[in-house]
């Protein structure tokens, strides 16, 4: 392949598609490189996000969650339920199914657009140059005006528990149960253990979550990691913070995990499988020939500047690759806004306002800085806070766990940040995200009318606290 496109990007996930579709849209001719491919050994679009990451783990989420509900919460609505069972082949083939929609998806938005899809492996050479290598082993060359390097990240391996896929696995593994473990190990408390751990649990594991960290979700405003904890303790997760990890021994089709507790004392547990979810890494192999002019940081990302130039001039990169958090929707608008600046656009992201969420039941969804940062920082503060449990709308739902806490400027009462932890967290910090990027004061969310009854009301009630106006709750007497 001989041609000449005007964008070159490498890796088809989250931030890679969007950059490319984004590219062909403002008509540049564009094309994206892609290795991935899916059982049945052809190539597909949507990198880990789709294939293995956010969606395949959302699906599972919901039907377990829907299970749980069926078994243990109909009867408060006054629903009787028997012999609910769960039929563990068929939630994993709905999720195969609907990852299967999606990246055929990606391959009609790619057509419709003009994107030229390229599958097999690519590498940056010297001079914009792009190889790819092929399903069948055979090398092109690809010249390209501008290259968008989204090549994503891998789950990172720790030699104490070397993923052999049937006993220990990884994240991906985690997704393709045939049944239920009876005792089920996960190794983090992270976003990816607490959602995977939350799965299985719903569905009859008993699970054991280790956590080599003293404190749990340490960058989450800790009121809302401590309420979460509770509420996952309670749900069934057994979380053993300040729990290092030192050895396993697969044994058949088990394995014994040993750690050093709190006191530093050896423990053991024994579990039908194991899950390492320490967090992941950027991948970057066989991704830069040494002459590409690309280099790395000091812990192994693409280095780049705030709006995702390498040092080689027309690379760019984006996504989990680079810096900051490894978010598909930080990568996906990273995309674009690559993808505009080529095009001559002045495009910028706010990086200051980009939602974090935890897909547990509850979810747990942040934005902007935590009180533990606002206090770091000196700057004087005013926090407010609402309970679900005094929502209407979430009574009515049999959703009342969790709270909304906002915090503010003192002086300018500008919003610093919004932590929530409760019923579509998720969608309830986007209102606040919106509300920040328009310089919103708590004070002006305090004087929007909110529907009622929604759950909303709660971001309404938690902005009006902040100034000990709230109506619902009693106020706290200001010191």
Not at 152 to 174: C, F, Y
Request: some cysteine; overall charge negative; aromatic content about 6%.
């Amino acid at each position: 392949m001989s041609e000449k496109f005007d964008v070159v990007v490498i890796g088809s996930g989250p931030a890679g598609y969007v950059a490319a579709i984004r590219a062909a849209q403002l008509g540049l001719k564009t094309a994206c490189v892609e290795k991935w491919r899916n059982e049945e050994g052809k190539g597909v679009n949507g990198g880990t996000c789709l294939n293995v990451g956010c969606i395949p783990s959302k699906a599972l989420l919901d039907s377990s969650y829907k299970y749980h509900e069926a078994k243990d919460d109909f009867a408060v609505h006054g629903i009787t339920t028997s012999g609910v069972e769960i039929n563990v082949p068929s939630m994993i083939a709905r999720k195969a199914q609907i990852v299967k929609n999606l990246t055929g998806g990606i391959a009609a938005l790619f057509k419709a657009n003009g994107v030229t899809s390229v599958f097999g492996t690519g590498k940056l050479l010297a001079g914009r140059k792009v190889e790819v290598t092929d399903f069948e082993g055979n090398v092109s060359v690809i010249e390209a005006t501008n290259v968008i390097l989204a090549s994503g990240s891998n789950p990172i391996n720790i030699p104490v528990a070397s993923v052999d896929n049937d006993v220990i696995v990884n994240s991906t593994g985690a997704l393709e149960f045939q049944s239920v473990p009876a005792r089920l190990g996960v190794i983090g408390a992270g976003v990816i253990g607490l959602e995977l751990g939350s799965v299985w649990n719903r569905v009859g594991s008993k699970v054991v979550v280790l956590e080599a960290l003293d404190s749990f979700l340490a960058i989450m405003d800790q009121q809302i990691a401590k309420e979460t904890q509770k509420i996952l303790t309670k749900q069934g997760l057994d979380i053993r913070t300040s729990s290092r990890v030192t050895g396993t021994k697969v044994n058949g089709k088990e394995v014994t995990v040993t750690y050093l507790d709190k006191e530093g004392k050896e423990q053991q547990e024994t579990f039908d499988k194991l899950i390492v979810c320490v967090g992941r890494r950027p991948f970057t192999e066989n991704l830069l020939a040494a002459d590409s002019g690309v280099n790395l940081d000091e812990r192994g990302f693409i280095f780049v500047n705030e709006q995702c130039e390498t040092n080689a001039p027309g690379v760019w990169a984006i996504g989990d690759v680079v810096r900051g958090p490894m978010l598909a929707h930080k990568g996906s608008e990273e995309g674009v806004m690559v993808a505009e600046r080529i095009a001559g656009q002045k495009s910028q992201i706010n990086y200051d306002i980009i939602p974090n969420v935890i897909y547990t039941h509850p979810e747990v969804a942040s934005v902007g800085k935590t009180e533990e940062q606002v206090k770091a920082s000196g700057e004087p503060y005013n926090v407010g806070t609402f309970p679900f449990a005094a929502s209407g709308r979430a009574m009515a739902a049999n959703e009342t766990q969790g709270l909304v806490k906002i915090i503010a400027h003192a002086v300018t009462d500008r919003i610093l940040g919004a932590h929530i932890v409760g019923p579509s967290a998720a969608d309830l910090v986007q209102q606040v995200a919106i509300a920040m990027e328009f310089g919103s004061s708590a004070e002006d969310l305090g004087m929007m009318v909110f529907g009622h009854p929604t759950l909303s009301e709660a971001i309404h009630e938690a902005a009006l606290a902040v100034h000990g106006h709230a109506i619902h709750i009693a106020n706290k007497k200001k010191r």
